[in-house]
């Protein structure tokens, strides 16, 4: 038998059948692991499965040697005429179709984050537009907010909701226990600011600005004061390229730098290790 493992059981099983080079329903497929998207990103599992041929005649290639592709190397391209032939070869002998749904284009939830206060490389996003009343809007977002948290077990005050901006709706967390919201390294807050902007951006149309227990304001004020030598040291040199920034601290320093240098390209780049940074260099000169 051999093992595949991908995101889910429809990948999986695109990579049995494209080794194999036959239909789904000539295998035994026996599943070790079910996939699982986990919480948050957190205990994310991937499919895992073992594949054997059914017992079955099997023809022989002409030059006697069987043709093996490694699944790591599998391109998606072979994989889908591969699926697509054994598709059309099982409708004449009337079996199931196995049917391969197309991933959805839905932002991943470090895009979304990534959108609190402006796209990577979208710099020349249209103004948004609020179709309803401020007024209307900050009611409405306070009383469900303030439904859904006086459920839990957290003592916290009445949450506040305000227009921060035009384009932005501030909601700030206070009281005695906010602060568990915030958890380790800020994981649970993060966490809230995916459900609240997930929300408030698809009703609205609008951005979140979101405060506990003053996490923004003192994460605001750390990167701004390792940001003064080095918007000294750009005003010299023209260029810089900040030190990885994690979570919501690349953001503050993206909106901080392009404040400061509106005619220069600050953008936030990705290093081969996933970590990300911002890199301020000459208008349209993209060079990381």
């Given at each position: 038998m051999k093992q595949f493992e991908a995101q889910g059981l429809e990948e999986v099983y695109e990579l049995a059948t494209a080794e194999f080079e036959c239909s789904i329903t000539d295998l035994y497929i026996e599943i070790?692991?079910?996939?699982?998207?986990g919480f948050f990103g957190l205990f994310k599992k991937k499919a895992i499965i073992k594949v054997s041929l059914k017992d079955r005649p099997i023809e022989k290639p002409r030059n006697n040697t069987f043709s093996k592709t490694k699944a790591s190397t599998i391109k998606i391209a072979d994989v889908s005429s591969k699926i697509e032939a054994v598709s059309k070869k099982e409708k004449s002998f009337?079996?199931?179709?196995?049917?391969?749904?197309?991933?959805?284009?839905?932002?991943?939830?470090?895009?979304?984050?990534?959108?609190?206060?402006?796209?990577?490389?979208?710099?020349?996003?249209?103004?948004?537009?609020?179709?309803?009343?401020?007024?209307?809007i900050i009611n409405e977002v306070?009383?469900?907010?303030?439904?859904?948290?006086?459920?839990?077990c957290y003592d916290i005050n009445e949450i506040n909701v305000d227009f921060y901006d035009e384009e932005t709706l501030y909601i700030e967390f206070s009281g005695e226990d906010c602060a568990?919201?915030?958890?380790?390294?800020?994981y649970r807050y993060k966490a809230l600011s995916y459900i609240l902007f997930n929300w408030i951006n698809e009703k609205y149309s609008l951005m979140l600005r979101l405060e506990v227990a003053q996490f923004l304001k003192n994460?605001?004020?750390?990167?701004?004061?390792?940001l003064n030598p080095v918007?000294?040291?750009?005003?010299?040199?023209?260029?810089?390229?900040?030190?990885?920034?994690?979570?919501?601290?690349v953001h503050i320093a993206l909106k901080k730098l392009r404040d400061e240098f509106p005619d220069k390209y600050v953008a936030v780049k990705t290093n081969v290790k996933g970590d990300k940074y911002v890199l301020v260099n000459e208008y349209k000169s993209k060079n990381a």
């Open positions: 070790i692991q079910q996939p699982s998207k009337n079996t199931k179709k196995v049917k391969i749904t197309p991933k959805s284009n839905i932002s991943s939830k470090e895009e979304i984050f990534d959108n609190f206060y402006s796209k990577d490389e979208n710099e020349e996003l249209s103004k948004l537009i609020v179709k309803k009343d401020k007024e209307d306070k009383i469900k907010v303030n439904e859904l948290f006086a459920h839990t568990l919201l915030i958890g380790k390294e800020g994460q605001e004020e750390s990167i701004y004061n390792y918007i000294v040291t750009i005003k010299e040199t023209g260029t810089f390229k900040t030190k990885p920034l994690d979570g919501i601290l």
